[in-house]
């Protein structure tokens, strides 16, 4: 265990405010879970197999903690959920600032249950610190799609880095699978490299976009675009009609500018309009009809193993730099290689080996 | 200096076969150089200063070897070159395959030697395994520039790693500098992660593209195009024209959509022939006015201490990834660890912390 908690301080997973459960009553499958209690991770495991969303809300709980011995608990119910979990089809919705993210999500979200399916919508924000308000703002935002007895939303995991945030709301993927969502979507912010961590524990990918050829469309950031399975263009209705369409024609020149993606998937760009319910219903149809081609080319489960190895050495990378970084020698002797580094005095190369000495011989 | 022996078996650089010195009788300016002997690093860097090519070509060998007193040698050498580096101005030219890259720097080369400047062409290859016959390929492809006598052609340091042939060619870069050349132009090949290394290198960055609208600008690696100062659709002549001037339009649309710089230069498109000379002159004058306007502003000087502090960091996180990937424990665990992660029995975390437990214990 010493080795967990040394990763987790290398990591800079600070202690957060452990989150009250998002606890829905009517989901309760029976009275012996109402009160909090200790339970074992079989009896966890137990309540997340039956549906139980408070056991479920609990058990988030305790992976989103730092403490140590909630640090156990939660890898012993992850390590027994794990075999049940992976039936799900998991969707990423990103966008630009002003795209409307949170409405879209409620339309969607509101036209995915409709189908009978059950929804987690779970949310990657690096620099969050949810409160008890934050997480009501997430439900107001949300007010029709946060009281449907089949849809589950939970905000971001508290601050942290955003390996650890990765790392955990990819456990409570784990987790919503066990307990029976089989649709889960994974929001992100729109701000740095959440977007790289979302695609990489997503089936599809979905960029909302908003009209506007000009200034509007500058918010993408650097790589964004190659990753989308589909580019939605939100709040296309009424005025905002005409733009919409100019921004759909160039994002679509756009997307032919890139190399084929690995799953022969041709993205598209198309508008929509949580407002008015259009294309909403189209945008669903054609995740399915993506899950159901590369399932049948089996680059869906082959994507995923890639997935989960790719993740495996994110993990190790973040932990090596961050164990060099935060390394007390190498943090004092930092400042001034870089000074010197400024003043051109020493070459990059060399200022590298003087610092690896250091952390080597520490 | 067993830390830096270590340091170069870590990051895989290979024994490579030392080039034959690229030497050009012309440029000698002394007689008492004609001899291969062994220099002092002193009498080096003297003839270096003094501009002695056969010199320059003896110590960029040394930097390319990978013996241990070459290395010691060379680093020497550069340390006592660095003050006199960093009076240029380092041009970076990417291109998609068929591009024209090689007659591009050819006739670009030319005019820029013409303009009364001292130019260096490197090149960096990280696939690259370059014998006696292709350094005579680099020369033949570049008919003229390499036997103007203001012109250097040396072709990319042999195989080895991305990060050891990009620090090798940083070195490179700093002895040309110190040799008199005022114009550095890095050529990468477009493929994988080259042009990441040549962007951390180079002050302007120039793309060049085909024309056809279609799948020739398929080529296009993920985020390339972010990194252009400037996009050159070379060929630009006969039948081509027309294509050229479709894809100058597409890309320019394109160009729109990514935020703006941090130096603030807003990049354009335009169409060239390497063949008739079109557009080579106006190329040149706008990488003069982005020196120009940047260093006006600061960046210029800025960014080239940004660039030597990322490439220190980088060279770490290359020490501390093969580091860990070479060491013997790791090796013989991966295939194993990597094999539960495709059947789904464990998280990739738990993965992680496994592999970098026998890494730390080891």
């Known amino acids: 265990m010493k080795k967990e908690k040394e990763y987790n301080s290398a990591l800079k997973i600070q202690e957060g405010v452990s989150q009250p459960p998002n606890v829905n009553p009517d989901m309760l499958s029976s009275s012996r879970w109402k009160k909090r209690k200790r339970y074992t991770p079989d009896e966890f495991t137990e309540g997340i197999l039956a549906g139980n969303m408070t056991i479920l809300s609990q058990a988030i709980t305790l992976v989103e903690s730092s403490l140590a011995e909630h640090y156990e608990m939660a890898q012993a119910i992850i390590g027994k959920c794990l075999p049940h979990s992976s039936h799900s089809l998991r969707i990423g919705i990103t966008g630009v600032p002003g795209a409307g993210k949170s409405t879209f999500i409620e339309t969607f979200g509101l036209h995915i249950v409709g189908e009978g399916r059950k929804l987690a919508v779970l949310a990657i924000d690096p620099s969050s610190e949810?409160?008890?308000?934050?997480?009501?703002?997430?439900?107001?935002?949300?007010?029709?799609?946060?009281?449907?007895?089949?849809?589950?939303?939970?905000?971001?995991?508290?601050?942290?880095?955003?390996?650890?945030?990765?790392?955990?709301?990819?456990?409570?993927?784990?987790?919503?699978?066990?307990?029976?969502?089989?649709?889960?979507?994974?929001?992100?912010?729109?701000?740095?490299?959440?977007?790289?961590?979302?695609?990489?524990?997503?089936?599809?990918?979905?960029?909302?976009?908003?009209?506007?050829?000009?200034?509007?469309?500058?918010?993408?950031?650097?790589?964004?675009?190659?990753?989308?399975?589909?580019?939605?263009?939100?709040?296309?209705?009424?005025?905002?009609?005409?733009?919409?369409?100019?921004?759909?024609?160039?994002?679509?020149?756009?997307?032919?500018?890139?190399?084929?993606?690995?799953?022969?998937?041709?993205?598209?760009?198309?508008?929509?309009?949580?407002?008015?319910?259009?294309?909403?219903?189209?945008?669903?149809?054609?995740?399915?009809?993506?899950?159901?081609?590369?399932?049948?080319?089996?680059?869906?489960?082959?994507?995923?193993?890639?997935?989960?190895?790719?993740r495996m050495h994110n993990t190790i990378i973040d932990y090596l730099k961050s164990s060099f970084y935060n390394k007390e020698e190498v943090k004092a002797m930092l400042p001034g290689i870089e000074r010197q580094l400024y003043d051109g005095t020493i070459t990059s190369y060399n200022a590298a080996l003087i610092l690896l000495d250091k952390y080597l011989k520490g």
Not at 187 to 196: H, L, P, Y
Not at 238 to 265: I, M, V, Y
């Open 130 to 310: 949810h409160t008890g308000g934050s997480i009501l703002g997430d439900k107001t935002r949300m007010e029709q799609l946060s009281i449907h007895p089949n849809a589950f939303i939970r905000p971001s995991p508290s601050a942290g880095t955003l390996g650890g945030v990765a790392r955990k709301t990819r456990e409570i993927i784990i987790l919503c699978e066990a307990a029976g969502f089989d649709t889960i979507i994974v929001e992100t912010v729109g701000v740095g490299q959440s977007e790289t961590a979302v695609h990489s524990m997503v089936d599809f990918f979905l960029l909302l976009m908003l009209g506007g050829a000009g200034d509007e469309l500058q918010g993408i950031k650097r790589g964004i675009l190659e990753m989308a399975d589909l580019i939605a263009i939100n709040k296309a209705d009424g005025s905002n009609k005409l733009n919409a369409d100019a921004a759909k024609t160039l994002l679509g020149n756009t997307l032919r500018l890139f190399p084929p993606k690995p799953s022969e998937w041709i993205p598209s760009v198309m508008t929509c309009s949580a407002l008015t319910d259009k294309g909403i219903e189209e945008i669903f149809r054609i995740v399915i009809s993506y899950v159901n081609i590369t399932r049948q080319s089996g680059y869906f489960e082959e994507h995923r193993k890639k997935q989960a190895v790719v």
